[in-house]
């Protein structure tokens, strides 16, 4: 169960005071929104008390301190963020009835922190919800999350998940006792990497085992030098799930500052551990094998240095219309537990042939007769094989255009060709351009 | 393919012209593996997985690791081996498809059957699709892909594709890794 206590007089309050108020209730506290702090209360029950009188008791504690707070517990730590925040009173949310409480809301209240988007953006989802006539979380809670994803895209489907009170997530705890970094202006300038590295060793051992002694592990890491003639080096990372082991924690710092060379000694050096709780996870005898969270981020940096950032992790289809609405989004294992088989991957109800993406387009020769493609050839290109061939068999032309008032803007006549040498793919000339490129092959 | 790919610890070659329904065979492979909420990597040496086609066809992309090569050959054999060791995914798969028959062709045996001892280990069925047979004795089970037809719909001036339709041939059939230990020694064995 988690609390959330908030602030309610915030120009007149002390936060620090309120942090400090809040870390004698439980050691992993998240400081949220600069307003508001959020308790994880696992465990705390013979200490605190049952959890239903909890908030009752926070409020009246944090008057004695002339502390003017709401509090609200609730069995994810969002819930209880929008309930204290939005509700009149003190309130204890019973698991399963966090839709019943929070239906009232105003969506207006919703955190563009927990939905981790821009304030902007988060006005223009709500501007569109107010204009279909949803006002409150209720009614938003309960629209077809396959319609709020086709409309509103995965942001609106992150804050559905929020009205309906039923997100999980780890708090980013920030301990007030406990700091987990390490910092040292360095008596013989360090001009290595190698040097560095054995350094920063010495640094992370110490703190994986300060983590390990609060029964804590590591969520993300900051790392910042200083060099002797003036510039800084800053790494900053923070993983999908807390990792506490000390080898796997060496492994990722070397593989993230494997690329660092040092254009002047090293002077300062800092390393911060980010504490997050640590994992428990109870496999079952019949569910399938999941990769192990901690390899897996060792493995994904190690491919990762290979093939660069950005390349892997899973894809992802955004709502647009545009040629390869595509992105690659983290790889977590942990999240795809915690929700149901995403609804926006529906299969399409026409069967559709495979089709193999050529990034980018491959530009190719195009000969027309009669307004139809007759002839197309290209040269290999690199490693990949090129195509050439009479057109057998022509589909189209089907144009396609978007984005007219951006500089995203395309438009094109796309063509679905059987050639003679036995490919099925598709063409499309680009009519901004007026080059014919090759998009896609069947298979 | 699904009597293949339910035995695990597989290696299986699938290998076909282009156009010969390769991809498809595969989508459909990971749209079950996904449809059980098992994880399946998929290492793409040219960038050509194609997410929409796949979400088509029914594969949960939440359960997908996409690694992108980018044209690079030799991070696609690193990366596979990475993924092949570190276990956790049910099905590997390793496209190259697009890339030249002549590169593919020089690619040192050695890796395959490096894969396939790291499958055995991993518990996985790891499918390499190759535009030509490459690996040899390293695969378990190889299958080509072979176009019969393809269907379009509708008159000439509004046509649509509908359809292609492809066979797979077993060009060589799964043998376990019990059973070529058994053939080793000499043994026969039964199987049901």
Known sequence: MFCCIYAIDKDNS?????????????????ETGGDSVVLDLEGTELLNGPFTDFPGRITRLAERERMAVRAAVAANPDAAFHAAHGLPESVFIEPGKEAEYLGDL??????????????????????????????????????????????????GVRIQQLAKGKTRRSIIVKSTGAVFSLSERLEHPVSSRETLLLVLAGYLEKLTAYLKAHHLAAAGFELETRLADGSTYARKIQFPSPIKEYRTLKKILELEIEGFSPSSPVTWVRLELNPGKTRMI?????????PEPEKTELVLARIGKIVGQGKIGSPEVENSHRPDPVRIKRFDTGSVFRKNRHMDQSPSARKQPATRKLRPPLAVMVWMGENRPIRVQTTDSGIRKGVSGK????????????????KGKWEREEWDLQLSDGTICRVYHDLQSNRWYLDAIYD | MTEMTEKRR????????RSSGKTGLILSELAQATARREFCAVIDATDSFDPVSARNAGVDLNHI??????????????????????GGFSHVVLDICDIRPEIVARIPRSYWFRF????????????????????????????ECVREKVEWSGSPEYRLLETVCARTLIRKAFRSAAMIKAGNRGITLKTS
């Open chain 1, 391 to 406: 057109v057998l068999v022509s589909a189209g032309p089907w144009l396609t255009s978007g984005e007219w008032w951006s």
């Open chain 2, 65 to 86: 690791l996409w690694i992108c090569c980018t044209g690079k050959l030799d991070s696609a054999l690193k990366a596979a081996d990475y993924i092949l060791h570190a």
């Open chain 2, 10 to 17: 597989a290696f299986i070659e699938i290998s076909g012209e």
């Open chain 1, 14 to 30: 002390d936060y620090q005071a309120l942090v400090a108020f809040a870390a004698r209730f439980s050691p992993l506290v998240e």
């Open chain 2, 116 to 143: 396939r001892f790291a499958t055995e280990k991993s518990g996985a069925v790891f499918l390499l699709i190759t535009p030509v047979p490459c690996s040899g004795a390293g695969s378990s089970a190889a299958v």
């Open chain 1, 106 to 155: 105003p969506v207006e209240n919703i955190s563009h922190l927990l939905a981790d988007i821009t304030v902007e953006r988060l006005g223009e989802i709500v501007g569109t919800l107010n204009s279909w006539g949803i006002s409150t979380f209720g009614p938003l809670a309960a629209l077809p999350t396959t319609g709020i994803s086709e409309r509103l895209g995965p942001e």
């Open chain 1, 282 to 290: 109870q496999s079952g005898l019949f569910t399938p094998d999941t």
